[in-house]
Structure formats: structure tokens, C-alpha cells
DNA sequence: TAACAAAGTTTCCTTTTGGAAACTTTTGTT
DNA sequence: AACAAAAGTTTCCAAAAGGAAACTTTGTTA
């Protein structure tokens, strides 16, 4: 039909994405899983094939002449491997802040412990979405622990050099060497020791 | 008909887990609904009025006997005043999830660019706060360029070996070598080029 | 436990979605 | 420019959703 007969498919609606609730306007989900895909490199085809849904009905949803039900929409989901407050917060908020802090090789804030010897980066800048930190590994045995190490967020790790061992309350102990890195919820128990002749050297950085 | 006649409506569906991608029982948008109506101590009919949903169509959804479309579902939340990662993540705030993810060196994902090697790492996990990954920079040159990169959320990195040029859009270009780190808002446009002899390694972790 | 009301379910029918295929537009190639 | 291939849109129809009303179940009171 030539006359589009666009009839308000959608309502205003809020969404809460991380923690914040916001109000978002009349949301065009077929714009924004155009959007979705196209960020993705897919054509309607490979996105038909992906999820399961037909290339005709993924083009009336984009261009917002159908309402997917429920099923459509997790098969879209599932297929292109997004979750479904990405699909409906709006893509952008322009919050350019232009923030940089650089920090040379040592150049960090030393604090050791008994078990690591921590030098904290990009101190200067607050309000951080994730801490970063290089770490020297001086523990060497399990008992140089009296407790699991355990705190909210997640944590992502990677040896710079020399090799550890990785305890986690829930696997069995892993070793890892320079190059290897591991992405773990830090409310899970976890503490590290250095296998080494040196003691290893760690990146750690956390977000919560 | 009293013999139930449960269609599967719902697909199975994986939600953010383990390690190993765990297929998570297909989500009972019915039964949660439900539970959200009954909280807020509303009959059907109640629920019906605030939505404009019909009270047999809300009855089928928390049946399960159809999948409602998305109009349905915006009437849905918007009429009960919930969100939509509340309709589907239910029963969670499960605290201790215990994921982990190991990536040995050179194993993770490869997603080569002109000007990067990416190795995404951690890939098996998802919904991570942070995005972990190791770049090979391979732009030898500004112009290897079109325009600044930029993109939501907050961006570490560090200089694993090799040097390179970090360019920004509000700060005067800085030098980096191995061992040096940066932190920086990613919607601030950025590009690295390599300038030792061999194309620099990055660990970039981004979080947004 | 009969009678009634309220809540919830199912039926029946209309409207809308979703898929296959026809059709149109865009992109690239010679 | 002419054509071919790829990408996207529209059409047509079967299948599924949504609403009104009939029906069934649950709960309350005499």
C-alpha cells in the first residue's frame, strides 16, 4: 500500500537498562534492529538464517508494519546473540566527556599487601567504570590465604608474566601463563598463587 | 479442552551463564506475569483495564496458550508500570553466579580489521560488564584512518610490547610503550598506530 | 449445600502476524 | 549503458493473536 497507514504501532515505554530507569521515547524497535544489524554486517538473508525468522518479516518489522510477537522477538534475541534491553534502549546518549589518564610502565600507585604488590592505574580519573591495576603475585602457597577473596563485580585478569595457579571456589585449580587470562564474578572465591622462579606479574582490572 | 495442549510457545533461549553457554529453561513469560499481577493484588480484569488488553488475552499469555506480540507487550508494561528486562529476567538476582572463562594465550577469537588483529577474549561468557581483547595495531599512519573511532562507554588499555602512538581527539597525541596503560572515555574519538618495528600488542578491556 | 458473585478459562470469530514467492530496487561488472 | 546478482519490499495466504461473550471454577454467605 502506497498510503501508509502507519498507525502508532508504538506507545511511549520506560526501560531499565543498568541501574538507572529511563524514559524512552515511542521506541522505533524496527529502526533500531536495522540498526542492530546492519552494526552487525548482516543482510536481510543472514539474518533471516540466524534466526529462524523469514527475510519478508524481519523487513515489515524493520520498517515497523508488524508487531513481532513475543516468539519473533526471541528468536531475533537469540539469533543475533543480543538481549533484549539492547533492543530497546536507544542506541546513543552523547555523553562526551573526553576523560584520558595515562600511566607509564611502574609509574602507579604502589600498594603492597602480604599476598600482592598492587600498583593501581589511572588515578587521577574518578567515577570509573572499571579499576585497573597490575599486580606482583608474592604469594606462593595456598595457606599465605586465610579466606577466599570475594567482592562484587567481575574481574578480568591476564599474566604478564610468570605463571600462577587460579583457585576459584567452584573449579578446580587452573594454571596460567604469560599471555593467558581468565574473566570470572568476583563475589565467586578466588585467590592466586605464584608458580614462577620470579614472582608473576598480573593485569587486573574490575568492574562493578 | 482439559487435555493441555502446551504447544512449546516458547523456544529454548540462552541466557547469560557459565562457561559453557547453558541452555537456560525457556523463559515462562506467563507464569512470570502472573506473579507480577498477583504482587500487585490485581484481578484479571483489574489487569485488563490498566492494559487494554482484553481479560481472556491476558489469561492465554499467563497460560501460555499464545505468544503476545510486542504491541501486546508494550500495553503490558506500560499499563502495570514494569520493565521489560523485568518481564523476562524473573526469579534471578542470583548473586553468586560463578562464572569463569579462561583464555589461553593466542586461543581467543580472532576478528581481524585493516588496522587491528583483534582477539576477543572471555568470548564464552555473556553479558560481561567489561570486553576484553588483544590488538596487533597494524596502522602504520594516521590516514590508515577514515575518521576517529568512537563508541559508548569507557575504554582501558596497555601496551603489552611494541610502541605506539595513542591520538585523541581533545589531547595532544602521546607515545606509549610497553608496560604504559591509558584510560579514556570511548566516545572521545581515538586510534593507535604502531611506531615500533614490529606491529604493537595491546590489551584493551572496554566497559560501557 | 444452594444460590450467587467474582475470578478465571475457553470458544468463536475477526484482525494481525509470519512465511513463500513474486516483485522492485540497489549494487556491481563487463 | 545493459545486464546480472544481491538486497530489500510487497503480495497473498495459512497460521496465530486478540477481543466479546459464553462457560467453568472458586469463594462466600445464608
Redesign the pocket.
Known amino acids: ?2 498510503e501508509t497507514q502507519q ?1 502508532d ?1 508504538y506507545p511511549s515505554m520506560t526501560v531499565s537498562t543498568d541501574n538507572k530507569t529511563e524514559k524512552i521515547a515511542p521506541i522505533k524497535l524496527g529502526e533500531r534492529l ?1 540498526e542492530i ?2 552494526t552487525l554486517g ?7 538464517q540466524k534466526t ?12 515497523e ?9 526471541q ?1 531475533l534475541t537469540t539469533g543475533l546473540q543480543i538481549d533484549i534491553p539492547q533492543l530497546f534502549s536507544a542506541p546513543k546518549k552523547v555523553t562526551a566527556t573526553g576523560r584520558r589518564d595515562i600511566t607509564r610502565n611502574e609509574e602507579g600507585k604502589a600498594h603492597p599487601t602480604s599476598t600482592y604488590e598492587h600498583e593501581l592505574l589511572a588515578i587521577q580519573l574518578t567515577n570509573k567504570k572499571m579499576m585497573p591495576f597490575k599486580s606482583k603475585v608474592r604469594a606462593r602457597d595456598f595457606s599465605d590465604y586465610s579466606a577466599w577473596i570475594r567482592h562484587d563485580g567481575e574481574e578480568f585478569l591476564l599474566v604478564l608474566s610468570g605463571e600462577i595457579t587460579f583457585f576459584s571456589e567452584f573449579y578446580e585449580p587452573v594454571n596460567l601463563q604469560q599471555g593467558d587470562s581468565v574473566y570470572y564474578d568476583a563475589n565467586m572465591g578466588h585467590m592466586l598463587i605464584s608458580i614462577s622462579d620470579d614472582d608473576a606479574l598480573i593485569l587486573w582490572v574490575t568492574a562493578s
Open positions: 500500500m502506497s498507525h504501532i536495522k544489524r546492519k548482516l543482510t536481510l538473508e543472514e539474518a533471516s529462524g525468522l523469514a527475510r519478508s518479516t524481519l523487513s515489515k518489522i524493520e520498517n508494519q508488524i508487531s513481532p510477537t513475543f516468539q519473533a522477538m528468536k
